[in-house]
């Protein structure tokens, strides 16, 4: 089955922690991104990737870093430096830059 | 100003009856339109996909969009208990900048059995 897969899709952390989220696409999308989802507010984009090993800076962008060595792989790195982590984080891929977004389950980040 | 303004609801209808959804936005230089279905904690599901102005359906969903009023419009007939959900709208550039989605608040729909 082709598609976006995130995990993990609960994660916990205390304060002060990096940690990582993955995606995973088998879509052979070019086009990875990365959006915060808080309650009441709509999607906000934190980074993107056009390409293997090129990426861009979102809205949100501080706190966060990704990579992009694989064309299937865009993980995302929450710092401690981000203020407020707690949030659904949700990753999407698109075939190139103006084709439709799909988007993978979604991990629930709580940072204590 | 934001940029895509959404009611967020909650709207409650009856089961069958036509729900009408529907986003304004500010920023006369999007070119594409989206509507997302997405249930609690889930991530968002491509309903419509449109470029510009017009109409486009999709079984019991309709998408409109009519840029010169910036307003864009979700119908959907008979509708389902299966229906209930949030639903976003979401804009883009054609080109240039950047890549992300401009989304609304989203809409949380009831459909009452």
């Known amino acids: 089955d082709g598609g976006i897969t995130q995990s993990p899709k609960y994660l916990f952390r205390k304060e002060g922690q990096n940690v990582t989220l993955s995606c995973e696409q088998n879509l052979n999308h070019d086009a990875m991104y990365w959006y915060r989802q808080d309650p009441g507010q709509g999607l906000r984009l934190i980074y993107y990737?056009?390409?293997?090993?090129?990426?861009q800076k979102g809205d949100i962008a501080e706190g966060y870093s990704v990579s992009r060595e694989k064309k299937e792989s865009f993980p995302l790195t929450v710092t401690s430096a981000q203020k407020n982590p707690t949030a659904f984080y949700l990753c999407a891929s698109s075939i190139d830059r103006v084709g439709e977004q799909y988007f993978g389950p979604g991990t629930r980040l709580t940072v204590t | 100003q934001k940029e895509v303004e959404q009611d967020p609801g909650p709207l409650s209808v009856p089961e069958g009856a036509i729900v009408s959804l529907n986003c304004t936005y500010s920023?006369?230089?999007?070119?594409?339109f989206m509507w997302y279905r997405q249930y609690s904690r889930k991530g968002p599901e491509l309903l419509m996909y449109t470029y510009s102005s017009g109409n486009k359906e999709d079984g019991r969903f309709t998408a409109q969009v009519d840029k010169s009023s910036k307003y864009i419009s979700l119908f959907i007939r008979d509708s389902q208990p299966s229906d209930s959900a949030t639903y976003l709208c979401?804009?883009?550039?054609?080109?240039?900048?950047?890549?992300?989605?401009?989304f609304g608040k989203g809409t949380h729909l009831i459909i009452q059995p």
């Open positions: 979401a804009t883009r550039y054609s080109g240039g900048g950047a890549d992300g989605l401009t």
């Open positions: 920023n006369s230089a999007f070119q594409y």
């Open positions: 990737s056009q390409i293997v090993n090129d990426f």
